[in-house]
């Protein structure tokens, strides 16, 4: 059987704003309703944030994440939800003490930044690699943090997506798999044109494309302009592939998506026109190997 290509919606995220992105969901409501829309243009798995509906900035309430996921489940039982872990991994040095947190910290115990995952039990979650600077924040995922939350992932019956931002990830992931942490046949999603990691070119993912473990079922995606070039990319390299409103804000150079259904229309449109067929749910799932 000719290979199929997984789409996957990035609905909301944490750092995409409404001032950047006016049409960019925020309530559980919104956020449902967008994912459901994606996934009948033809995303197979959606990848879900939840964000505070006063404020828009990221979430880490289960409550939010329990309304979301029974919004979609009851209208949904096919799609695969991916639920992300990234919440939580963020430290803002003080100017007049880099040892204290400053305003915008988020960084917390790893058990938290997974509850949701395991009172949810959805079938992907997001399992972050990458330490890094982002804005005025450290990223920080330390070994320790994340041999925790990989044990608590995997014992909730959920499938980590590894989340790779440059070379230096990838080789945590292959010590991870030497040690017996994270069990092949991996998923991966690389990540780039993220500023200070990975950039957004061909050469680029070619390269953490040969580094990857014999079998692995990876994807990658470029931020912003470079959203639907990687998308392409993704596809000629024989890898799966991405697109929301967590990556970019635009359907086009100048021009605001209004929904992400509208970017899962055009990225299975390239896909179609280079010859390939999107991932139904039941294929994405026989391809990741994760049970109905």
């Known amino acids: 059987m000719a290979r199929k290509t997984i789409l996957t919606a990035a609905i909301t995220g944490n750092l995409m704003t409404p001032e950047i992105s006016p049409h960019l969901p925020v309530t559980p409501a919104q956020i449902a309703d967008e994912a459901l829309a ?31 996921v029974s919004r979609i489940r009851d209208k949904n039982t096919d799609v695969l939800l991916n639920l992300t872990t990234g919440e939580g991994g963020r430290f803002v040095p ?11 910290s988020t960084l917390c115990a790893p058990e938290k930044r997974v509850a949701h995952v395991t009172a949810l039990r959805p079938d992907i979650c997001t399992l972050d690699f990458n330490t890094m600077w982002s804005g005025a924040a450290s990223v920080i995922n330390s070994p320790r943090n994340l041999e925790i939350m990989a044990g608590e992932i995997y014992a909730a019956g959920v499938t980590p997506e590894i989340e790779i931002f440059d070379s230096g990830d990838l080789h945590m992931v292959k010590d991870f798999v030497a040690r017996g942490i994270i069990r092949t046949p991996l998923m991966v999603q690389m990540v780039l044109g993220v500023r200070f990691g990975a950039v957004a070119n061909p050469a680029t993912m070619a390269y953490l494309v040969s580094q990857l473990p014999e079998g692995t079922q990876w994807a990658a995606f470029g931020i912003g302009r470079a959203a639907f070039p990687m998308l392409a990319q993704a596809y000629l390299l024989g890898g799966h592939v991405r697109i929301g409103m967590e990556d970019t804000a635009y359907i086009s150079k100048g021009t605001h998506c209004r929904s992400n259904a509208d970017l ?27 049970a109905a």
């Open 264 to 290: 899962v229309t055009k990225a299975a449109r390239i896909i179609d026109d280079l010859g390939g067929t999107l991932a139904t749910p039941d294929d994405a799932r026989d391809i990741l190997q994760i």
């Open 38 to 68: 994606a996934a009948a243009a033809g995303a197979a798995i959606v990848h879900l944030h939840v964000r505070d509906p006063e404020t828009a900035k990221g979430s880490m309430s289960m409550a939010l994440y329990e309304e979301l």
């Open 94 to 104: 003080s100017d007049d003490d880099p040892q204290v947190a400053a305003p915008g």
